[in-house]
């Protein structure tokens, strides 16, 4: 890219005003113009003189009538010149149509990102950049045509000039953007050992009359266990645990880690006479809607316990114990957290009488 060469010239006989004007954030001005407030935008720390009118007469109309220099960059004037391309096109969608696409009514265009949508300006910037590349596929060399790409092209320039050829083609192409969760990567701590362990203990909970759990859904998780720990992954089954497939979307958990769960039911800690049986655990392969968060019962184990004091008083006591909540270390990873504790069951009964 050439040197950028800027060109300043006298104009009008009038001295030049030296007053600030006031100014106010991006996202106030965009609230404003818009009428509405920006989930996302550039320029987070810049400010600017807020106008009422079109950006460019703006500018150049307080210019002219207040005396102050202006400056005038090659992006700012295309992209007021694309801009009405874009409404002429769209004003005359199905004339035009033939020069640009081959395809009737709107084609759709999916890009996707990993992750909720979030202040980044890399990731925004980049999405356009995907979108500008899967419409050059399609209308080819008038893609070039109308994205900016001057010496003075910042990338929020070209954002900007990529939303305007996103503009001038809405009447050819529906947009969307999917938000694809994940897991970065997954450790699984303890030895080989430990892991067989868990295997074949739980092997014997067939004897409880739970084959119908164990044997064709428990069992088959715990052998992905046992491969992993051995340095074996099967990532497809992985990726599978939350959603089937590894899919984005809704509450609702489809996964395999529904087969470490045969029962849903009440979270109250207190209450399991709620409970029933989960005729869909495992199923994660077959595909279904899968299960609401709050459905699961209680990580929480209960067990009533009878404290008895010197002078005779009773009152009831819980023990309860369990994964308590999310533990995130210092790389951020999270790990199911542990504990336990004992608490009042709220129910003091009186003292016994000492003949009893």
Not at 137 to 158: C, M, N, Q
Not at 185 to 212: H, M, P, Y
Not at 222 to 227: K, N, R
Not at 306 to 330: A, S, V
């Amino acid at each position: 890219m050439e040197t950028i060469k800027n060109t300043t010239f006298n104009l009008f006989d009038v001295e030049s005003c030296r007053e600030p004007l006031p100014t106010t954030s991006t996202f106030n001005i965009l609230k404003e113009i818009n009428k509405k407030e920006p989930n996302f935008h550039s320029g987070k720390e810049d400010q600017v003189v807020l106008t009422p009118y079109h950006g460019l007469i703006g500018t150049v109309t307080r210019a002219y009538n207040m005396h102050y220099p202006l400056v005038l960059d090659p992006d700012s004037i295309w992209i007021t010149i694309t801009q009405g391309l874009a409404q002429h096109i769209n004003a005359n969608a199905e004339e035009l149509r033939g020069q640009f696409v081959k395809h009737d009514e709107k084609k759709y265009i999916e890009i996707q990102r990993g992750g909720a949508p979030r202040d980044d300006d890399e990731l925004w910037q980049g999405a356009l950049a995907e979108f500008s590349s899967k419409i050059k596929e399609h209308i080819g060399k008038k893609h070039d045509l109308i994205v900016a790409d001057f010496s003075t092209t910042t990338p929020v320039a070209l954002a900007a000039s990529e939303i305007v050829l996103m503009g001038a083609m809405k009447s050819y192409f529906k947009y969307g953007m999917r938000f694809l969760c994940g897991i970065p990567n997954i450790t699984l701590e303890g030895t080989v050992e430990d892991w067989k362990s868990i295997r074949t203990r739980a092997q014997c909970f067939g004897e409880f009359n739970l084959g119908w759990w164990v044997d064709d859904h428990l069992l088959p998780v715990l052998d992905q266990f046992v491969a992993a720990s051995e340095g074996n992954p099967d990532k497809e089954f992985w990726k599978s645990m939350v959603k089937e497939g590894g899919g984005s979307g809704g509450p609702f958990i489809c996964g395999w880690i529904n087969a470490l769960l045969p029962y849903v039911g009440s979270r109250d800690i207190k209450v399991n006479k709620t409970f029933k049986r989960h005729e869909r655990y495992g199923n994660y392969g077959e595909g279904f809607g899968g299960i609401n968060p709050d459905d699961y019962a209680s990580s929480m184990a209960c067990a009533p316990v009878k404290f008895i004091y010197q002078d005779g008083t009773e009152e009831m006591k819980e023990f309860i114990g369990g994964i308590i909540g999310i533990e995130q270390r210092e790389n951020f990873a999270l790990k199911p957290k542990l504990g336990w504790a004992i608490q009042s069951d709220e129910e003091i009964l009186k003292p016994k009488p000492k003949w009893m």
